[in-house]
């Protein structure tokens, strides 16, 4: 609640090195340092980015809401999956190696696949979204729910309680913290996710919009759908820290 | 009639056995104490008496009705007080209704008149974070009584308070029984909190643990203060050291 001096510095200390930088470049760019078709200066690609506005705000709607689906999906998926494991030892052992193992296939390489088998509307973007974000998830709510206070958990036995009312009362809120962590990751994961899978076929999207640019050579607007990608990411980010923080206000007073 | 019968319990650890033929009887509006040196198996005592752990023999049973490896009869406080850090005080204390079926509301109504005579006004909505180490074993026995108020099983509820938090936790403890009539199993090493708070105490000793001696304090309630300072008590506990 109460922010101490430290913190305010610490975080004017980014945003000045952020300005700075970005002067830097400026001048760089005035300066002709830099030929102006390959690095334009950040002038102009603000002038990019807001000659293009509604065309990046269309493109971005499509991206988020593939990156939405895809990461729901995920999570619901990453939740049922870490639930059934934590009930049976068996499926744990079982199916934990598969799970790292769909971590080793890169992104990239099955991306091209997916659009072959799955066409070039949105299921494809889903599917990858799905696949990058499930591991974090599901890793996440099982180590969560397995670091489980033993003896709490004796302590609702003794009261009679079932195990759905132990997971309900002590595993699930247990595992609150770590699974935000993994959000934390997989809504970047899920952006970048959907980016990459339009670069390889769609219609629409940020993705699709970045090939488009990059084929005409217009490197302003390159940029500016580059900060547009990544600033939408910190939103997100910035979105699940203020989930976080209503969702687990017993976390609050320590910050 | 006796409320709790524990009648020849022997149980192991795969194979290390940890108690053998402990037989004691806790009758109603009692507080027995369970005396015994680190390890010698109360804990493990009563986590059978509770029912989180089947005796390979004897019984555990609740007015006449055999409870052996139930849970869910007598309420049972552990070691550490287990207060969940992301719960309020008051829904802590909820915890064992809601257990039981009732609604989240309902629940803290029936909890909140309780909230002053454990000495926990205003900590309704803190979590036990914010409370101090006293305050949290008070939320604990709160919620431990919330569960059943007949038997309450114990185990060393003031072991890790500073010595004056514990005396004033005595005085109060002493208090409250009286109003609240609990029949209580009370796990401590401490033989001065044994002779104090007890009508009996029961010595556990040896590996594995047994019963070895069964001691009753005449002296009556409400006790007065200085009643640890008395001759008596001191002759309680050179007797209680002898047999340890
Ligand atoms: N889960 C377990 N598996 C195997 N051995 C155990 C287990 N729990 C306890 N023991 C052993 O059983 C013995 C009795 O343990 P218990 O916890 O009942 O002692 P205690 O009297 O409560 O001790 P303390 O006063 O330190 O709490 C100890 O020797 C301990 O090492
Ligand atoms: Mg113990």
Redesign the interface.
């Known amino acids: 609640m109460k922010r101490k001096s430290p913190s305010i510095t610490s975080k004017l200390l980014p945003a000045a090195a952020v300005l700075l930088l970005l002067a830097l470049w400026q001048t760089a760019s005035t300066a002709g340092l830099v030929p102006g078709f390959l690095l334009p200066s950040p002038v102009e690609v603000a002038k990019a980015f807001a000659e293009d506005f509604p065309l990046l705000m269309d493109n971005a709607w499509v991206t988020l809401l593939e990156a939405f689906i895809g990461l729901a999906a995920g999570i619901l998926i990453g939740f049922v999956t870490a639930v059934l494991m934590d009930c049976f030892t068996w499926l744990y052992s079982a199916v934990y190696p598969l799970i790292v193992l769909t971590q080793t296939v890169p992104t990239v390489a099955i991306a091209p696949l997916l659009v072959l088998w799955f066409g070039y509307e949105m299921l494809p973007k889903v599917i990858l979204i799905v696949i990058v974000t499930f591991f974090p998830i599901t890793v996440s709510l099982l180590d969560g729910f397995r670091a489980a206070d033993q003896d709490t958990i004796s302590l609702l036995r003794s009261m009679g309680a079932s195990r759905a009312q132990i997971f309900r009362y002590v595993k699930f809120p247990g595992a609150l913290s770590s699974f935000f962590a993994s959000l934390r990751i997989s809504v970047s994961y899920a952006v970048v996710g959907a980016v990459i899978s339009e670069w390889l076929g769609g219609f629409n999207g940020l993705g699709v919009y970045m090939t488009r640019v990059k084929k005409a050579f217009s490197f302003d607007k390159m940029f500016a759908v580059i900060f547009l990608i990544s600033a939408i990411s910190l939103l997100l980010m910035w979105g699940v820290n203020l989930l976080q923080r209503i969702s687990m206000p017993w976390e609050e007073e320590h910050r | 009639m006796a409320e709790l019968e524990v009648s020849g319990i022997t149980f192991a650890y795969e194979e290390t056995p940890v108690l053998e033929d402990v037989t004691l009887a806790l009758h109603e509006h009692e507080l027995v104490s369970i005396l015994g040196a680190s390890g010698c198996g109360k804990t493990t005592l009563f986590?059978i008496i509770?029912?989180?752990h089947k005796p390979q023999q004897g019984k555990v049973s609740l007015n006449g009705k055999d409870i052996t490896g139930c849970?869910?009869?007598v309420s049972?406080m552990?070691q550490?007080d287990?207060l969940?850090?992301?719960?309020?005080i008051e829904d802590n204390v909820s915890?064992?209704l809601?257990?039981?079926g009732e609604k989240k509301k309902e629940a803290r109504k029936k909890v909140s008149p309780y909230f002053e005579e454990f000495g926990l006004e205003g900590t309704q909505k803190k979590?036990p974070?914010?409370l101090s180490g006293g305050m949290r074993q008070r939320a604990a026995l709160l919620r431990t009584y919330m569960?059943s108020k007949d038997v309450a099983l114990l185990d060393e509820p003031f072991s890790a308070l500073d010595t004056l938090t514990k005396s004033e936790m005595h005085r109060w403890y002493l208090d409250v029984m009286d109003k609240i009539h609990l029949s209580t199993l009370f796990i401590t090493h401490d033989i001065d909190e044994a002779i104090l708070l007890s009508d009996r105490i029961y010595l556990l000793t040896g590996k594995p643990g047994r019963v070895t001696e069964e001691i009753v304090i005449e002296e009556p309630r409400p006790r007065k203060r200085e009643f640890n300072l008395t001759e008596e008590f001191l002759e309680y506990k050179r007797r209680i050291l002898e047999r340890l």
């Open positions: 986590h509770s029912g989180l849970p869910g009869q049972y552990m550490k287990l969940l850090p992301y719960r309020t915890l064992p809601l257990l039981k979590y974070r914010q569960f």
